[in-house]
């Protein structure tokens, strides 16, 4: 019986993977040859998906990016012993995009079967669990402190002063919360741990629980992510029924439950206090601050509300200690960042790394430039509310500090590819069109400044006084920018003013760019 | 795509009591009543604004707020469209455009013989794969046109 792996991730589904499993069980059976199909998650190589995989003596073998038609030729090449064909790739930890990461977050994700408890357990997990009933809760967020982990959600605030302010307060009950609201484009990392690596989340939420002393999760799941909300709900059945969550923990004095809720389709609850307003069944609606979620969250208790990534890192953290993460990283960015490479790329896809490499190492070292095959010409890093790079920025260290130093933010890691047909003003227009769509419409600048903001930019480019209406665009970003209650006003003018400021060419009205 | 059920009251009070013990019952109701009637029609709020103890004002603007909440059931298959960055950047507006206009509909139309509505969706995580859309909830990668009607004719769309 040979094991053949293909993934299951909603990106290889979209290249095909179900119709490819289908095929090579049917082709199997034709041939009378013994195959068990398992699928999982994403190793996150998506130009090479879908990535089938086959376990042979010398390890597993890769063939991708395969497709039905070519399933016939794999069987006459002898896949099934790891034989030569222009597919395969080798062993795919070997392959150079994958060769050069630093995968803790990842370590599972595209390897094991997601819903396989006895697959977790022997790749590592549980540990750092185990680790913190051991330990206590004290000594747990102490290490979550020690290991300048920070909110990989975006805003980058450290996670060991979240959990430690949660619980230092005092409360009858406290909530973790995951933001699994995952809106920005050109970002898909939370999906492939919910598709491929599930009870890494669980086992992230529950140390938190123990560390804040949070007997109840939730994790909220946005609706265009229908794969990942299926997966992830089988893994909190089968976790509970395995006893990983539930009323004593490993037999401990701990009790830990979790709940899956969907959003349903706003952005803005990918913002924490709008979250904690739709899990409370109310318009996602942003909260003033203070109160912050740790003192006053979910139905005003004391609530942790963090972004999948950063859960994820934990049991890591645990289990090797604060230290080991922190060793990691570039001055205050510590630890590893799973960059997520999209848009018009040759070799997109999950990149966990080390903070500290360039833009440029990113986009032409590991993207090696655009799908298209032109030159890039610009680079929106951390969703749309994120600035937009040209190559000439391509020295700036990927870390936090680096970026807002340049008016840009890392975000929740994407990094997506333009080549040189995008039109920069029709993207700074359409950065405020998405503000509109997706305002919740609580503060004045967001709501109203976001519909101002395009139609400024129409006269822009119909040419009605461009000089002092792109005077009265940057004033108006000054106005969101600092007049905004949360992230989505606040930082739209990021990719506007990143815009103009960058690709002025651009900004040219259209009938004069025309007649030129 | 399986078939929306007509509206029956019954039915939205049963569905209503299956999720009113969780706390914060209102979205998982409204996913219920989604899923069930394909929509989630007037005539539920002021059944939920009873259940919960809310003014049908409060249950009316949670309703709205929310895009996957319409008040009229979809075509019979959903194709929705992303229109992120990422997607942009390989000429997602460009097919969104073309697909519209082959159909002759606007965004969140639906066709004359009520088979096929189209959507804008912005992001759906594929985005190392653009352009990307779901078909009935399915998804669909590094489409062009021909992939399009490809998929649309799986499901028998012509």
Known sequence: MTRIFVPKDAAALALGANKLAAKIAAEAKARGQAVEIVRTGS???????????????????????????????????????????????????EHRFLAGQTRLTFARCGIIDPLSLAGYA????????????????????????????????????????????AADTSADRKYVVCNADEGDSG????????????????????????????????????????????????????????????????GSKYAFELELRMGAGAYVCGEETSLLDSLEGKRGIVRAKPPLPAHKGLFAKPTIINNVLS???????????????????????????????AGNVRYGGLYETAF?????????????????????????????????????????????????????????????????????????????????IESCGKCTPCRIGSVRGREVIDRVLEGVKPAENLALLEDLCNTMKFGSLCALGGFVPYPVMSAVRHFKEDFQPRALAAAE | MPQASAWNAERAREIIAEHIGLE?????????????F?????????????????????????????????????????????????????????????????????????????????????????????????????PLGRLNENKVAEALEEVHIR
């Open chain 1, 43 to 93: 190793r996150g190589a998506f130009f090479l998906e879908p990535l089938v995989e086959v376990e042979t003596p010398q390890g597993r073998i890769g063939y991708g990016p395969a497709s039905v038609a070519e399933v016939p030729s794999l069987f006459d090449a002898g896949f099934l012993s790891g034989g030569a064909h222009p597919l395969r790739i080798g062993r795919p930890e």
């Open chain 1, 122 to 165: 022997a790749m590592d997990g549980w540990k750092g669990l185990k680790r913190a009933i051991e330990i206590g809760p004290q000594s747990t967020v102490a290490e979550v402190l020690k290991s300048g982990l920070r909110g990989r959600g975006g805003a980058g605030f450290p996670t060991g002063i979240k959990w430690k302010t």
């Open chain 1, 187 to 250: 970002t898909f990392a939370d999906r492939m741990i919910m598709e491929g690596d599930p009870f890494a989340l669980i086992e992230g939420m529950t140390i938190c629980g123990i560390g804040i002393g949070a007997a109840k999760g939730y994790v909220y799941c946005r609706s265009e992510y229908p794969h990942a909300g299926k997966t992830f709900a089988e893994a909190i059945g089968i976790a509970r029924e395995a006893g990983y969550l539930g009323p004593n923990i490993f």
């Open chain 1, 311 to 341: 859960l994820v890192a934990v049991p890591t953290i645990l289990d090797r200690g604060g230290q080991f993460y922190a060793d990691f990283g570039f001055g205050r960015s510590r630890g590893t960042m799973p960059i997520q490479i």
């Open chain 1, 356 to 436: 500290g490499l360039t833009l440029g190492e990113i986009v032409e070292g590991i993207g090696v430039g655009t799908y298209s095959g032109r030159p890039v010409r610009a680079v929106q890093c951390g969703g749309p509310l994120g600035a937009y790079f040209p190559p000439s920025m391509f020295d700036t260290p990927y870390d936090y500090e680096a970026f807002a130093a340049n008016d840009g933010l890392i975000g929740h890691g994407g990094v997506v590819v333009f080549d040189d047909t995008v039109d920069m003003a029709k993207m700074a227009r359409f950065a405020m069109e998405f503000c509109a």
């Open chain 2, 24 to 36: 914060g019952p209102m979205l998982p109701i409204l996913h219920g009543l989604l899923e069930e």
């Open chain 2, 38 to 138: 394909g929509c989630v029609s007037g005539e539920a709020v002021p059944l939920i604004a009873d259940a919960l103890n809310l003014t049908r004002a409060e249950v009316h603007g949670t309703i709205t707020f929310y895009h996957d909440f319409r008040s009229e059931p979809c075509g019979v298959h959903l194709l929705q469209l992303c229109r992120g960055e990422a997607c942009q950047s390989m000429g997602s507006e460009e097919l969104a455009a073309k697909i519209l206009g082959k159909l002759g509909l606007a965004w969140k139309g639906t066709t004359k013989d009520g088979v096929l509505t189209v959507e804008p969706v912005y992001c759906l995580g594929l985005c190392a794969s653009s352009p990307t859309a779901l078909l009935d909830g399915e």
